[in-house]
């Protein structure tokens, strides 16, 4: 049982690239969420999605998108990175609202 | 913006000595939940407490709910080395999808 597994764990791209990052749970789970985390600053939401087929914007969604296309994964992208979007990414996702979130180990994005 | 704060932000203690870290948070919630975070990973979720429960116990952690002042403590006791890791509260609104989560405690654990 894997739990939530995030695609790549590293990257570095150049201003203006584009890319996209994988999650992927084995648990079943509803619900799904892509934070991004900053020193100092926790994590912050980017997106999240309620089921397959759905996404909803975040506390800082501007330069991301996303697709839930099937339940198990949930795809961010990046349509043309910036300096500012340098981050720790993380994926979580569970099952009902008043149960916790599961994560992986984050992807780490550097863009120069 | 973030719903939890904790404080302190950092906490430097000897080994076997308790931890205590506290969350302020403002708006009603579901449930309030404490998540750890080692170096490089990913958080791991420790405790869950719903509103309606004032103390709950897990091993070593003992956390609180007061939620008439909006406020949320965690205690770890004799505390280990491997115990290092940054440490953050995560409130579960009503009528909402998603966890709001603070900064943070970062602590360290001195052998």
């Known amino acids: 049982n894997a739990g939530v597994t995030q695609t790549p764990k590293f990257r570095v791209l150049k201003t203006g690239q584009s890319m996209t990052l994988l999650c992927a749970q084995d648990m079943n789970h509803e619900y799904m969420y892509w934070y991004r985390q900053d020193p100092g600053m926790g994590l912050r939401l980017i997106h999240y999605s309620v089921g397959e087929g759905t996404t909803a914007k975040g506390e800082v969604p501007d330069g991301y998108n996303v697709s839930r296309l099937k339940k198990q994964n949930f795809l961010l992208g990046l349509e043309s990175a910036a300096p500012s979007q340098t981050s720790v990414y993380f994926c979580a996702s569970r099952h009902r609202t008043d149960q916790p979130q599961h994560f992986g180990d984050g992807t780490r994005l550097s863009i120069l | 913006s973030q719903q939890g704060e904790e404080d302190p932000q950092a906490l430097s203690i000897q080994e076997g000595e308790n931890a205590t870290m506290n969350c302020s948070y403002k708006t009603s919630i579901n449930n309030l939940q404490w998540y750890r975070q080692n170096s490089g990973r990913g958080l791991v979720h420790l405790i869950l407490i719903r509103s309606n429960e004032r103390e709950k116990h897990s091993g070593r952690l003992r956390v609180t709910l007061d939620t008439s002042k909006k406020s949320s403590s965690l205690l770890i006791t004799a505390s280990r080395a491997a115990d290092t890791a940054s440490y953050f509260c995560?409130?579960?609104?009503?009528?909402?999808?998603?966890?709001?989560f603070g900064a943070g405690t970062t602590v360290t654990v001195r052998a």
């Open positions: 995560a409130t579960d609104a009503v009528s909402d999808y998603k966890l709001s």
